[in-house]
Nanobody, 128 residues
């Protein structure tokens, strides 16, 4: 069993940066693929970013709306995954969730139903 706790959310202005953290306990994240998703009320959970497990090369993938602005990374020594968000826009406002999965195929990384473990979410609000 993996427990995930997100942190780092808050209120920022357009153009600002923010770094979210996802700390894991219960298991080491080394062999887990990790994803970040976001959700606003009334909409489906949206894929943001994904990083493969260490054994799969830790390659990274991004949703089109955040590509070039957001960076996902992992620090296996701290059992933590990060989401660095730059050039934030008002449309990035959402609750951000991290998720973990094992044995995930590449074609499924965008699908939230393929992740077994989820954090409770952290609110990010981008507003002037």
């Amino acid at each position: 069993q993996v427990q995930l706790v997100e942190s780092g959310g808050g209120l920022v202005q357009p153009g600002d940066s923010l770094r979210l953290s996802c700390a894991a306990s219960g298991r080491t994240l080394t062999n887990y693929a990790m994803g970040w998703f976001r959700q606003v009320p009334g909409k489906e959970r949206e894929f943001v970013a994904h990083i493969r497990s260490r054994s799969s090369g830790s390659n990274t993938y991004y949703g089109d709306v955040v590509k070039g602005r957001f960076t996902i990374s992992r620090d296996n020594s701290k059992n933590t995954v990060y989401l660095q968000m730059n050039s934030l826009k008002s449309e990035d406002t959402a609750v951000y969730y991290c998720a973990a999965a094992t044995g995930m195929i590449l074609s499924s990384i965008w699908n939230p139903t393929q992740y077994a473990y989820w954090g409770q979410g952290t609110q990010v609000t981008v507003s002037s």
